[in-house]
């Protein structure tokens, strides 16, 4: 298995208060992912970094930020959060190798479940 | 219309049958497709990728068909184990769109 974990697995917060999530990976690959997993919407890209302090936007970006310093590390921040974002949070990475295959083959991690009162 | 289209299901086969599934895609500038597996309450994992030329791994056969945009997964034999959710994912030059998945219920 791909070395990537998340941190926390599982955290319950207040609407209000603001919540760092983290991915870290020891496969020394260029790109990472924040996705959100919702009932009926299946996986949904919320930022991604495709080098140090290289970040984009994704899909559903509003409410978050991101910031990555090293390779290793991708946190995820809502400022203020919202029990709309109340979801599971799943970081991924992959390592793109050009050509039609730029977006290669992504691992996962475990998951964070994170639930907003 | 979303952008990635599966049928949620779920498919409920019995053990042994053959079960395909389709995800469709609506932009035509998607340039790499893949199958993923998800357990209940796990992380996806990737099943496979999905080349114009078809692609075969075992009991699993994917197809993509640019013409009708559309990708295919195919299982043959299914067993218990198979039961999961199946995801498939279009990626298109920093746009990854997955479907909402396929639920797959294998009965004895």
């Known amino acids: 298995d791909a070395g990537i974990t998340q941190s926390p697995r599982h955290k319950v917060t207040e609407t209000g208060t603001p919540v760092t999530l983290r991915c870290h990976q020891t496969?020394?690959?260029?790109?990472m992912y924040w996705y959100r997993q919702d009932p009926g919407h299946g996986l949904r890209l919320i930022h991604y970094?495709?080098?140090?302090?290289?970040?984009d936007k994704g899909e559903v970006s509003d409410g978050y930020s991101v910031s990555r310093s090293k390779t290793e590390d991708f946190l995820l921040t809502l400022e203020s959060a919202t029990s709309s974002q109340t979801s599971v949070y799943f970081c991924a990475i992959s390592e793109p190798s050009g050509g039609a295959r730029q977006y290669n083959e992504q691992f996962f991690g475990p998951g964070t479940r994170l639930t907003v009162l | 219309r979303k952008e990635v289209e599966q049928d949620p299901g779920p498919f409920n086969v019995p053990e042994g049958a053959t079960v395909a599934f389709n995800c469709t895609y609506s932009?035509?500038?998607?340039?790499?497709f893949f199958w993923y597996r998800q357990d209940c309450r796990k992380e996806p994992k990737l099943l496979m990728s999905?080349?114009?030329s078809g692609n075969e791994d075992g009991r699993f056969t994917a197809q993509l068909n640019r013409a009708s945009q559309y990708i295919s997964l195919l299982i043959r034999d299914s067993k218990l184990s198979d039961s999961a959710t199946y995801l498939c994912?279009?990626?298109?030059?920093?746009?990854?769109?997955f479907g909402q998945g396929t639920t797959l219920q294998v009965k004895p």
């Open positions: 496969e020394n690959h260029r790109y």
């Open positions: 999905v080349y114009s």
């Open positions: 932009n035509s500038a998607s340039q790499s």
């Open positions: 970094s495709y080098g140090v302090k290289d970040t």
């Open positions: 994912l279009s990626s298109n030059t920093g746009k990854l769109i």
